[in-house]
């Protein structure tokens, strides 16, 4: 299987007006996000299933996913939302999932969790050197029968510049 974690495109700033659960996509980080959902698109990418956060960033490039036509499944798990929990998504969902080998997964989520989850998947361990920029993406092969942690291969890292 192929997991690919994506980060939010370019948010709202943190204020005390807003609610962090609520702020919202800018004008241009729609319009980045779109960009490199076209990218994708032109580059032979779907994805069979495509899992977000709650949040509305998260959700709204989501979205912007979904109408590219990167997917047609469009699921919301609280696992993605700010320091959700790896072994937790891999035991209570992936588990139960009946995905075949060659599928393509996408998660849609926050900093520093998805730079967390590659590196736990890829090394066993998170140790924080990798950094996943708004907008960019993580390719992580996850292995057949075997533990997933520290058994990965990563086969993508992408900013958003790249695209």
Known sequence: MELYLFRHGIAEDKSDAIEDEKRKLTTYGRHKTEKIAKRLVELGLKFDALLTSPLVRAHQTAEILMEAGLSNKLEISSYLAPDGSL??????????????????????????????????????????????KKAGMIGVKLPENAALLGQSQMFWLTPPKYF
């Not at 060659?102 to 590196?119: I, N, Q, R, T, Y």
């Not at 998947?121 to 950094?131: D, Q, R, S, Y």
């Open 87 to 132: 072994s937790g998504w891999i035991e209570d969902w992936l588990s139960k999932q009946n995905f075949e080998t060659d599928c393509k997964l996408v998660l849609v989520g926050h900093e520093p969790d998805l730079s967390s989850w590659a590196e736990l998947l890829v090394w066993g361990e998170a140790k924080g050197n990798i950094v996943l």
